[in-house]
């Protein structure tokens, strides 16, 4: 009897070692298993470019999404025992994510708990017009349009500046988004980094700027961006617009006498645009027009409120982007001769136009 129940316990044993044994291959193959899944491709060749973590969104949802997009790899408790090891479940950020082929499961948790979704870019253009501004964001995409039935008026009050005029009120930058942004929100940021911009300008004012408000630097500002693309003449076209506001000159430029024609403007203008009063008239009108004409940068700016020394009060095109300088009258017609009515270019402003070619 003692021998039989000795046999038992020894069969007994003898297979719980093998169940044993059998656990610990299990678990060991398992183990490798799950570490293969951790750092292998979770996708294949044919899955969706991205994923979207929207606001309420459990582990489970997020997973299933996964598994839509094409992620094949791996058990559902893989992915949540990988979750759980990284303090990923439950903390995963809402935003769009990129699906690249060969991402792991590790390296896909870890962006969505850290957050680093995809960003889009949109470029607000130095000299742009707020109609351009709005056409270029009625095309942007994903960017959510909410803006296209607005007004300037409403536009301006939904930002939360009733009454503001939304020319150049936004500052020439670009600006970063993830999907699930609006128009609205890129226009908040722009608006907000124009006043910084422009304080930060105004604070370093020359000390005497014929400018007696941000206000009018930002105006002046506009006029120098829409009058010249080349870097260092900014503060030499600043230099005559303020040399004429002290003499109380009218300033003459074409750009507000455009932006007064507005979306008639064919790309001519002509002595009728010039003798025909508007707001933004500066051949009819003394001083500065109501508003900005454009989105000035801040290099613009800069230049508006510390504009450069020097007696010039008349300018012309070169037709090359840049421009002659002038302190008379007879100089500056001479320089139209020379460069507009192609006529005669005496030897001085030559020398002058090759000058000015040689800053370019």
Request: aromatic share 8%.
């Amino acid at each position: 009897m003692a021998g039989g129940f000795k046999r038992v316990l020894k069969i007994t044993a003898l297979l719980l070692c093998m169940l044993l044994l059998l656990a610990a291959a299990a678990g060991g193959w398992g183990w490798m298993r799950y570490q293969r899944f951790i750092d292998a491709p979770a996708f294949g060749t044919d899955a969706a470019a991205s994923v979207q973590v929207a606001s309420g969104d459990g582990f489970a949802t997020v997973l299933r999404k996964l598994r839509q997009a094409g992620a094949d790899a791996g058990h559902d408790l893989e992915w949540r025992l990988l979750a759980t090891q990284m303090d990923a479940a439950g903390k995963l950020k809402v935003g769009e994510y990129a699906l690249e082929p060969g991402m792991s499961p590790r390296v896909l948790l870890q962006r969505m708990r850290d957050g680093k979704v995809i960003h889009y870019r949109f470029t607000l253009v130095e000299g742009w017009n707020m109609r351009q501004v709005r056409a270029a964001l009625a095309v942007a995409d994903p960017l959510e349009h909410r803006t296209s039935g607005l007004d300037d008026a409403a536009l301006m009050s939904t930002l939360g500046h009733p009454g503001q005029h939304p020319e150049g009120r936004f500052l020439p930058e670009t600006y970063l988004y993830q999907r699930g942004d609006s128009d609205l929100d890129v226009l908040r940021r722009a608006h907000a980094a124009m006043e910084q911009a422009l304080a930060q300008a105004w604070e370093a004012r020359a000390a005497d700027t014929p400018l007696t408000s941000p206000e009018q630097a930002l105006i002046l500002a506009s006029i120098v961006e829409k009058e010249t693309g080349q870097a260092h003449e900014r503060a030499q076209i600043a230099g005559v617009f303020s040399r004429r506001l002290r003499k109380g000159m009218l300033l003459q430029t074409d750009p507000t006498v455009i932006y007064g024609i507005g979306s008639a403007y064919d790309g001519n203008i002509r002595r009728h645009h010039l003798t025909t009063d508007t707001p933004y008239n500066t051949y009819t009108r003394a001083g500065l027009p109501p508003t900005p004409i454009a989105m000035p940068g801040r290099a613009a700016l800069n230049a508006a409120v510390n504009p450069a020394d020097g007696d010039a009060l008349f300018f012309v095109s070169r037709n090359d982007g840049s421009h002659i300088f002038s302190a008379t009258y007879a100089e500056h017609n001479a320089a139209v001769d020379c460069y507009q009515r192609r006529r005669n270019c005496p030897a001085d402003i030559a020398e002058r136009g090759a000058a000015a070619g040689d800053r370019q």
